[in-house]
């Protein structure tokens, strides 16, 4: 069966390190694959998006990376700060007229 | 633009009752979808509907009903509550998930509603 893993249900760094997220899956072949930021009782916001035949994105102090061989996906923030502690979900987009599949989610918790 | 919004924020039934979750958006969305998320569950799509006059299951329909009254609302329908529908459900919308394989689009998430079931 189709599965979608973040191994990691918690991440605490210090300030100012680089926060490392992974997402990987199994038994799909996705077009899209899509970062989102949760906060404690809020709806999910999209940060990044990367396409599988591209090898990385950035925007600001994020960078994606999509591996298609590894079937893994990194999620980095850089220089990382307190108000970057959040949930981040990843999800996948693999066929057209379904809907995205999400990851549980990994806690990143940046302290000063 | 307000985006998506959901109604009501916060609510508590006792088993057996029924309620609907609303949903509206003012982004001129094709699809529109519902997800229950739950403590070590994550997201899990209770129903989609790519576009007006269309609804899907997702991966967890039994129990819920949906409607797609319009393009701008699609509304969640528990006729039955159980104490297993307790959760947080969140709307969401994109522009057009039919074309999504070619754009590679995003979803647009509701604030949630909060649902105790007792």
């Known amino acids: 069966s189709q599965k979608i893993e973040q191994n990691s249900e918690a991440l605490n760094i210090q300030e100012g390190k680089t926060a490392t997220l992974t997402c990987n899956y199994t038994?799909?072949?996705?077009?899209?694959l899509q970062w989102y930021r949760q906060d404690p009782g809020r709806g999910p916001v999209f940060l990044l998006l990367?396409?599988?035949?591209?090898k990385e994105k950035r925007k600001e102090r994020l960078k994606v990376t999509f591996d298609t061989t590894l079937k893994q996906s990194l999620f980095h923030i850089t220089a990382s700060q307190p108000a970057d502690s959040a949930t981040y979900l990843c999800?996948?987009?693999?066929?057209?007229?379904?809907?995205?599949?999400f990851g549980k989610g990994t806690t990143l918790s940046v302290s000063s | 633009n307000a985006g998506v919004t959901q109604t009501p924020k916060f609510q508590v039934l006792k088993t057996g009752q029924s309620m609907t979750l609303q949903c509206a958006q003012d982004?001129?969305?094709?699809?529109m979808y519902w997800y229950r998320q739950d403590p070590g569950m994550g997201l899990r799509l209770i129903y989609y509907?790519?576009?007006?006059?269309?609804?899907d299951k997702g991966e967890v329909p039994n129990g819920y009903n949906v409607s797609r009254l319009n393009k701008r609302e699609f509304s969640l329908r528990l006729e039955s509550a159980a104490p297993s529908q307790t959760s947080v459900y969140f709307c969401?919308?994109?522009?057009?998930?039919?074309?999504?394989?070619?754009?590679?689009?995003?979803?647009?998430f509701g604030p949630g509603t909060r649902l105790l079931v007792l």
């Open positions: 969401a919308s994109s522009v057009n998930k039919l074309a999504g394989a070619l754009l590679g689009e995003t979803q647009y």
């Open positions: 038994n799909y072949s996705p077009a899209y």
């Open positions: 990367i396409r599988e035949n591209e």
């Open positions: 999800a996948l987009d693999y066929q057209a007229g379904t809907a995205l599949i």
């Open positions: 982004m001129n969305h094709n699809s």
């Open positions: 509907s790519a576009s007006e006059g269309t609804t």
